[in-house]
């Protein structure tokens, strides 16, 4: 299995700041790779995916870039509604696999 | 607007058996695979299991092979994992979630809420 690790685990941060997570696959997965976000309580939702590419009705200030085995969440000016936990996803093979979360607390 | 809810979570004693089911309406099911991914509490995502638009294709992780069993009855808009010889281990929030292909693989664009299955005894 391709196995996914994610940087930091934790993250503070400020309302404004520009926000960075990391993903690094063990193998080169391409840019198959999706983000999410998941609140306490609730289902997780798809912010990108194929690395880079926003789905429809997330804001902006997120973006994706990377491709190989190396990947970045941006957020590029943290609002409230942003504190979150966040999980890289990669597809390149049947068997998907999760990154371990990066919980955004507030600082 | 896409709707997948879940049912049929429980507490059950290791060994027992569960049924989940997910109801999907919305969208046309039987144009889209779908898979299970579950969430241990205070834990991250893991994939469960997949199963192709006709059911005819099934895919599942090591951990849960040869226990678990997904099907689908498109004439119904559901989907379904039998749980069988239930562990400790597979104390989770089970999610039903609705696969769009890249590659070889599958991302997720629809999730349910989830449905809680505790193993307990």
């Known amino acids: 299995d391709i196995q996914m690790t994610q940087s930091p685990s934790t993250l503070s941060a400020s309302v404004g700041d520009r926000v960075t997570i990391t993903c690094r696959a063990s193998q080169s997965i391409r840019t198959w790779l999706a983000w999410y976000q998941q609140k306490p309580g609730k289902a997780p939702k798809l912010l990108i995916y194929k690395a880079s590419t926003l789905e429809s009705g997330v804001p902006a200030r997120f973006s994706g870039s990377g491709s190989g085995t190396d990947f970045t969440l941006t957020v590029s000016s943290l609002q409230p509604d942003d504190f979150a936990t966040y999980y890289c996803?990669?597809?390149?093979?049947?068997?998907?696999?999760f990154g371990q979360g990066t919980k955004v607390e507030i600082k | 607007e896409v709707q997948l809810v879940e049912s049929g979570g429980g507490l059950v004693r290791p060994g027992g058996s569960l049924r989940l089911s997910c109801a999907a309406s919305?969208?046309?099911?039987?144009?889209?695979?779908m898979s299970w991914v579950r969430q241990a509490p205070g834990k991250g995502l893991e994939w469960v299991s997949t199963?192709?638009?006709?059911?005819?294709?099934?895919g599942y992780a090591d951990s849960v092979k040869g226990r678990f069993t997904i099907s689908r009855e498109n004439a119904k808009n559901s989907l379904y994992l039998q749980l069988n010889s239930l562990r400790v281990e597979d104390t989770a929030l089970y999610y039903c979630a609705r696969e769009v292909r890249g590659s070889s693989g599958y991302y997720y664009d629809s999730w349910g809420q989830g449905a809680l299955v505790t193993v307990s005894s």
């Open positions: 199963i192709n638009w006709n059911g005819r294709s099934t």
């Open positions: 996803q990669q597809y390149n093979t049947y068997s998907a696999t």
């Open positions: 919305g969208f046309t099911f039987d144009n889209y695979g």
